[in-house]
């Protein structure tokens, strides 16, 4: 690329939108400048306000077209060297004369490759200095196919337009030269496809021969499965087993052009009864008894229709009279002329049998198969009609049970209800003796904190004053004493003795009565605590928020003794080396937890314990915690310590 070709610009004038992206694409990607105009009024616009080195313009625009931007380029002095090239399809030679009409430099035929229109470009910017006005010229009057033009084009733009011209002749006469040999290639092809095709019509028409004798049989099946559909939709609808078989033996009597028909099943007996007689049997019939329509019973098995029973498949006489195992036919019987005998069966057993008579001109083996197709329908109908009957049956004994079940339920459901309602008057009394136990149970906390108090008291006021007093005198007594006396000496344990007595004293009184909160406040006082229990050999680890002024005294007071209890259980059961204490502040409450390394407890088992087994150290924390309307939680795993968390809310005291 150039800095010469950098600088070269090329106005596209394009109303289709797809296209001009195309052409600039291209061109830009060759390092050429590129302006758009939509249509030929746009470009008039931007051609007279900037001048470009190369037009390139579609033809057919909305407003003003190729050919009118052209002579308006060429009206004007300063724009008259601009080379234009306009795209078309050059469908019609008069756009030739137009474009020299209007003084354009080439064509571009559409749809063009990339590289055409390239060369095209590069060769009108390398000549456009040969692009010169010739002076004033004279015009030239044309008439071409009764139409007069008028052409001002000078010589080398009518030279670079016919050469297009016939460029674009040339390139059409190679496409079509081109399209010929392939058409002769193709003339040949469908020569040798012709030969294929004859080959294959005479496969065709002994196909179609074959087709006419499946189309046969394919019509003699869909007579078949029409048959089949017809047996098993009757024996949806059908009433009762009798009216299912004169469904059927009407199938067959049609399938097979049969006159009459019957079905017949073995009984236990190894007998015929015969369950079914098709409407023009009956009406055939002249056996006495017939009249009435009483289906024959245990007729025994011979004669020809007993040979396809016996031998359990079908059987063809169209001569029964001659057949070697007739017995005749009974009194006022049809006279058979023609029979087909085709056993039914069921998972390989044959069952009973279809028996059809006197089709016209005999039966053969098509009738045949169209009979043993049907019969496996026939066989399942009836099936189904036995089993939607014994369902039927099964369903009403199951009403009838569900109805004395039901029945029995109410009763039962009306002494559940009293039960129910007697447990929730039992509930609802638990409930008020739960809530009179708690209220109780807060009551003696207080009175049991009270009598703490009280006793706390009384050990600092009158038995802590009434040792220092005794101490006082003995101490007074000593000094009396001579210093070399045993007396002297004597006196030295009661006086040590008292002391630490009087220290048991406020060691005790401070448990009972915890002076301490009110001295140092809720967290000051809980550290006290913790690095009093640090004391006995068991290393204490804290991490503790300010939780200073957060809960009133009766509220610290509670929180204070369930830390003290649970410290106490430490020392008294865990055998723990380690504890952690937390307090962490949250939204609305403060998170308490104590957790140490000891040997644990079968937490589930303590839980259910009775509590006069598992003492009183875990239900009282449960207790004051509910107080606090807080939660108290405790895990614990033998051989894997103890963790108890408490969670109190924050109230507003």
């Known amino acids: 690329m150039t800095n010469k070709k950098n600088l070269e610009e090329i106005l596209i004038i394009e109303d289709s939108p797809t296209q001009a ?66 795209l078309t399809a050059l469908s019609d030679p008069v756009d030739v004369m137009r474009a020299l009409e209007c003084g354009a430099d080439n064509f571009l035929i559409k749809p063009f490759e990339a590289n055409q229109l390239l060369q095209r470009v590069q060769l009108f910017l390398l000549n456009r200095d040969l692009h010169k006005p010739e002076g004033v010229q004279e015009g030239l009057a044309i008439v071409f196919q009764g139409q007069r033009y008028f052409i001002n084009s000078d010589r080398l733009q009518i030279l670079n337009l016919l050469l297009s011209t016939y460029e674009a002749a040339v390139e059409k006469n190679s496409q079509l030269l081109q399209a010929q040999t392939e058409l002769q290639s193709q003339a040949e092809e469908l020569e040798s496809q012709s030969e294929e095709l004859r080959a294959q019509n005479e496969e065709l028409v002994e196909m179609a021969e ?13 007579q078949i499965l029409t048959a089949i559909n017809r047996v098993f939709h009757e024996a949806i609808i059908c009433e009762t087993e009798e009216e299912l078989g004169r469904t059927c033996l009407t199938a067959a009597e049609e399938l097979t052009g049969s006159r009459f028909g019957f079905i017949g099943e073995i009984n236990e007996a190894g007998l015929l009864d015969v369950i079914a007689i098709s409407d023009s049997g009956w009406a055939a019939c002249r056996v006495p008894g017939f009249t009435k329509r009483i289906l024959p019973k245990a007729v025994p098995i011979r004669g020809v229709f007993g040979k396809a029973i016996k031998d359990e498949r079908s059987v063809i006489a169209n001569e029964p009279a001659a057949h070697p195992d007739s017995v005749g036919t009974p009194q006022g019987h049809p006279e058979l002329t023609a029979f087909l005998g085709v056993p039914l069966k069921q998972g390989g057993k044959t069952i009973g049998m279809l028996g059809l008579g006197n089709k016209p001109g005999g039966y053969d083996r098509a009738d045949q198969e169209a009979a043993e ?5 026939i066989v399942e109908s009836f099936l189904r ?74 050990l600092h006021d009158d038995l802590g004053q009434s040792l220092m007093a005794l101490k006082m005198q003995l101490r007074a007594i ?21 002391n630490e007595v009087i220290e048991k004293i406020r060691h005790l009184s401070r448990n009972l009565r915890p002076t301490i909160l009110e001295d140092l406040g809720l967290t000051g006082a809980l550290r006290h ?72 407890f079968d937490h589930q088992k303590v839980i259910n314990e009775n509590i006069t087994d598992r003492g009183l150290g875990l239900t009282s924390m449960d207790e004051r915690a509910r107080i606090l309307g807080g939660s108290f939680n405790i895990w614990s795993q033998e051989g894997r310590g103890t963790k108890i968390t408490l969670i109190v809310p924050i109230r507003v005291k």
Do not use: W
């Open 21 to 86: 992206e195309r052409l600039r694409y291209v061109l830009e990607q060759h390092g050429y400048r590129v302006s758009m105009a939509g249509n030929g009024r746009e470009a008039m616009v931007s051609l007279a306000n900037h001048k470009p080195d190369l037009v390139i313009s579609d033809i057919l625009m909305p407003e003003a077209d190729g050919y009118a931007v052209c002579r308006f380029l060429r009206q004007h002095r300063d724009l008259q060297n601009v080379p234009v090239i306009l």
């Open 210 to 222: 074959e087709l006419r004798v499946s189309e046969g049989r394919a019509q003699r099946q869909a």
């Open 373 to 377: 197709a049907l019969a496996p329908g």
């Open 385 to 458: 009609k036995r089993a939607e009957k014994a369902l039927k049956q099964a369903h009403d004994e199951l009403e009838q049970r569900v109805k004395d079940r039901t029945a029995e339920l109410r009763l039962t459901v009306a002494q559940l209800q009293e039960e129910v309602t007697h447990r929730l008057q039992t509930e609802e009394s638990l409930k008020e003796s739960e809530g009179r136990l708690r209220h109780l149970t807060t009551q003696l906390l207080t009175a049991q904190e009270a009598e703490r108090g009280r006793l706390a008291l009384e």
């Open 478 to 498: 000593q000094r009396k004493v001579p210093e070399s006396s045993e007396t002297r000496e004597s006196l030295e344990y009661p006086l040590d003795f008292i």
């Open 529 to 600: 605590l913790f690095e009093d229990f640090s004391n006995q050999g068991i290393l204490v680890t804290m991490n503790l928020d300010d939780i200073q002024g957060l809960f009133s005294q009766e509220a610290q007071l509670i929180i204070y003794r369930i830390f003290q209890e649970s410290f106490s259980n430490i020392t008294r059961y865990a055998q723990a080396s380690q504890v952690s204490v937390s307090i962490k502040r949250q939204a609305g409450s403060v998170a308490f937890q104590v957790e140490d390394n000891g040997k644990g």
